[in-house]
Antibody, heavy 117, light 108 residues
């Protein structure tokens, strides 16, 4: 059974960088043709696509976040990561990692990251 | 960017009733690139439908998806107590992927 688990700081100061890692178990992150994505949800709001990455390192980002987002894959650790720079209170959200192909079929439980000083 | 608009925002129904949820795209979407999710409070979304009409593993057959072009529909034939939740449509055909704003199905 595939499982995904987000990890990282639960609180980030304004203007700093949010960093999260998604650990994948039950299958190799190098499995083709899947991609690996990040989605966030601000409190009480809907879902927002952040971006996605293939095991090869090929990425696709939400244009509204593109200048601040980067993603990477570590196949040796079976993990992929998200970095979001220059955060503000508007970046406070539950961040989910997920596996994609035809829709997002496996999700992590999500982790709430608060941006505050 | 393809904008997905869902309606209604909230649907108040009783168990046993049927539900019809709509998702409109700002431009034509390939049917193979449209999904529906269910989300309950405090939980991650769960994939219900992919490719506009394909049921994901574990999706009960009371859930069905249809549509093409710019108009898509999720139908729940008879609401069970566990179906009261928020539903999102999702386009994954071309970057940037997008989600609709969601439809909340609540108990009347």
């Amino acid at each position: 059974q595939l499982q995904l688990q987000e990890s990282g700081p639960r609180q980030v100061r304004p203007s700093e960088t949010l960093s999260l890692t998604c650990s994948v178990s039950g299958d190799s992150i190098s499995s083709s043709p899947y991609y690996w994505g990040w989605v966030r949800q601000s409190p009480g709001k809907g879902l927002e696509w952040i971006g996605s990455i293939f095991y090869s390192g090929s990425t696709s980002y939400n244009p509204s976040l593109k200048s601040r987002v980067s993603m990477s894959v570590d196949t040796s650790k079976n993990q992929f990561s998200l970095k979001l720079t220059s955060v503000t209170a508007a970046d406070t959200a539950v961040y989910y990692c997920a596996r994609g192909l035809v829709g997002l079929d496996y999700w992590g439980q999500g982790t709430l990251v608060s941006v505050s000083s | 960017e393809i904008v997905l608009t869902q309606s209604p925002g909230t649907l108040s129904l009783s168990p046993g009733e049927g539900a019809t949820l709509s998702c409109w795209a700002s431009q034509s979407v390939s049917s193979s690139d449209l999904a529906w999710y269910q989300q309950k409070p405090g939980q991650a979304p769960r994939l219900l439908i992919y490719g506009a009409s394909g049921r994901a593993a574990g999706t009960p057959d009371r859930f069905s998806g249809s549509g093409s072009g710019t108009e898509f529909t999720l139908t729940i034939s008879r609401l069970e107590p566990e179906d009261f939740a928020v539903y999102y449509c999702h386009h994954y055909g071309s970057s940037p992927f997008t989600f609709g704003g969601g439809t909340k199905v609540e108990i009347k």
